[in-house]
């Protein structure tokens, strides 16, 4: 039986040029996404996508996981193509979804007729379908408003297409259609969640990750790909750059007050951050900070933090709760991956009583006693570059 993928799109408020644009967008992020698994045709019909295998032997069940994770799709079906028969396809309905129909009790049938000139009307089809469902399904009735399944019937021009019920796309914005980012990545459970949480809003990432070896591992950088490959399973790819921190963090050490460490540190990220994704051409910055989470996330040392960044810095777990980042870390998958106990720089040198007043100008003063400037063109100059693709792994 030839089966396609119906997919519909989100963001329905979008109008003229800036629909297409969008669609244009969705159709290359899905067939980028789809290449490993073959070619497939994508055809434009009203709000609906039909994607169609152009070979036999693709996967269609893997074709649907990958199209669940693409941003700008807010639901999904897999549905069989039929003749435009009726009796045909009453028996397609039946061996299709025969599985489904066993394990429920109330269905409907809804028909959608784009091809006006089939000689039968949608009530007719629904009660024609319905009908022979229920005279194959003695376990099923018809409840018209809260059905357990309803059964779609649509007449195309060419072909008729029928499926169950429409699943849960990813929802969200292409990615791409709202430029591109860069994502200062941890290893923690905040950060992947953040970049997933931009991506969705059709921001493009790239990624930065600040390593301060011997103090942090190689598995500590392994750990940050295989989230990166997680996060890019719906953002698409991303490049990385790994910046090598130590000898900026060993002269924080050696020329800051203890309580300001992790301040001058976060505010030197931004600054090589700010000059990364200049050269990347990344519009703004995010982070996985959220308010009052740690010392160094009151909203007086946001505040400092900021004033570092020449970008805007994107937080958009601001307002969550740490339980509320972690369900959606569990749901992108990313979760186990960020507990597993390998160090972060956060962690080297961390002040015992951390400053949570701190201003400006206190901290510009601390830093004026040193030349920053050769450390952070350094970093800046020697930053990895690497591609993360969704299948790395550790
Ligand atoms: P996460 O769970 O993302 O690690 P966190 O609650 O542990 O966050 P911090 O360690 O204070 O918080 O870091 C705050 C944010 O700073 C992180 O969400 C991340 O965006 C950025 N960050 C921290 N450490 C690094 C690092 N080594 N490389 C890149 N970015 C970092
Ligand atoms: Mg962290």
């Not at 979760?335 to 961390?350: A, K, M, N, R």
């Amino acid at each position: 039986m030839k089966e396609v993928l119906l997919l519909k799109d989100g963001e329905l408020a979008l109008k003229g040029l800036n629909r297409s644009t969008f669609e244009d967008i969705l159709v290359k992020n899905c067939k980028r996404r789809l290449a490993r698994l073959g070619k497939f045709t994508f055809t434009k019909s009203q709000s609906t996508m039909i994607v169609e295998p152009n070979q036999p032997d693709i996967d269609l069940d893997e074709a649907a996981a990958i199209i669940r994770k693409v941003f700008g799709i807010v639901g999904y079906s897999r549905a069989a193509v039929c003749e435009k028969e009726l009796p045909t396809i009453c028996c397609i309905a039946q061996d299709y979804l025969a599985d489904e129909l066993q394990n429920i009790h109330t269905f409907k049938v809804e028909a959608k007729r784009s091809d006006k000139k089939f000689p039968f009307t949608s009530p007719e089809i629904c009660r024609e379908v319905g009908g022979y469902l229920l005279s194959k399904n003695k376990n099923l009735s018809v409840d018209v408003h809260h059905p357990e399944m309803t059964v779609t019937v649509e007449i195309r021009d060419q072909y008729a297409f029928i499926h169950g019920n429409q699943k849960k796309g990813a929802g969200g914005m292409p990615v791409g259609t709202n430029g591109k980012a860069m994502l200062l990545i941890s290893g923690g459970i905040d950060s992947p969640v953040a970049g997933w949480m931009m991506a969705k809003r059709g921001i493009a990432l790239s990624a930065v990750h600040f390593a301060s070896p011997p103090y942090t591992s190689k598995r500590a950088e392994m750990k940050v790909h295989e989230l990166l490959s997680k996060v890019a399973e719906y953002s698409g790819r991303i490049k990385l750059y790994t910046v090598h921190f130590t000898d900026i963090q060993e002269a924080i050490r050696d020329h800051c007050p203890e309580d300001t460490f992790t301040l001058i540190m976060r505010r030197h990220m931004m600054r090589i951050a700010s000059a990364l994704a200049e050269k990347d051409g990344a519009s703004a910055l995010i982070t996985g900070e959220s308010v009052g989470q740690v010392a160094s996330q009151t909203i007086y040392a946001l505040g400092c933090t900021d004033q570092a960044a020449s970008l805007p810095v994107f937080r958009p777990c601001i307002g969550l709760d740490k339980t509320e980042i972690i369900d959606i870390s569990r749901a992108i998958n990313t979760f186990e991956t960020s507990i597993q106990p390998y160090e972060d720089c956060c962690t080297v040198f961390t002040p015992k009583h951390p400053k949570t007043k701190p201003t400006p100008a206190l901290l510009q003063e601390v830093e004026s006693v040193f030349d920053w400037t050769e450390l952070l063109n350094q970093a800046i100059a020697t930053a990895k570059e690497e591609w993360i693709t969704q299948e790395e792994g550790i």
